[in-house]
């Protein structure tokens, strides 16, 4: 890892700062008007009782330049479990010293030593400086699969509610 840069897992009181970090991460995929969570919500789903995501702050010389979101999946492929990585985000003016590579391989290690099968991840189709840092990284993009959501309305529709 790059000198100056840590990893830790994030806590309670960095909630504010990941709601900060999946402000400005939306804001690139340009998707801002899709966060409606609050710091409260993060919170609650990412520090409650029943948490099932975990994150990970990562700082250069102890300024929190960005941020990973992960949780375990299933795969009844291999009969094991894997971890999808949700978010990956270093702010802009950090981007290039190696903050990214950090979170990622941090995460690759947990996978490795809880024994996962798998490390997955999903990635905007025109986000090129992300596919080539994840190709470089060793990467294998999964183009016979397309992801379905249901959400919001549809889903409650769906659901009979």
């Known amino acids: 890892m790059a000198a100056g840069l840590r990893i830790r897992p994030a806590v309670a009181a960095d909630a504010g700062l990941i709601l900060r970090f999946i402000r400005e991460l939306a804001i690139y995929e340009k998707a801002e008007s899709s966060v409606r969570t609050d710091e409260a919500g993060i919170r609650a789903s990412l520090f409650g009782t029943d948490a099932k995501a975990q994150a990970l702050v990562c700082e250069l010389d102890g300024v929190p330049v960005g941020y990973a979101v992960y949780f375990h999946n299933y795969s009844t492929w291999l009969g094991r479990n894997g ?15 190696g903050a990214g590579k950090a979170l990622l391989q941090h995460i690759a290690r947990l996978a490795v030593a809880q024994g996962c099968g798998r490390f997955e991840w999903s990635v905007l189709d025109w986000n090129t400086p992300a ?13 016979e ?3 379905y959501r249901l959400e919001g309305e549809a889903l409650r529709r769906f659901a009979g509610e």
Not at 83 to 97: A, K, W
Not at 131 to 143: C, S, V
């Open 83 to 97: 971890i999808y990585l949700e978010d990956l985000y270093v702010s802009p003016g950090h981007r290039g010293c």
């Open 145 to 147: 699969w397309t992801v």
């Open 131 to 143: 596919i080539d840092f994840y190709k470089a990284a060793g990467a294998k993009p999964q183009d």
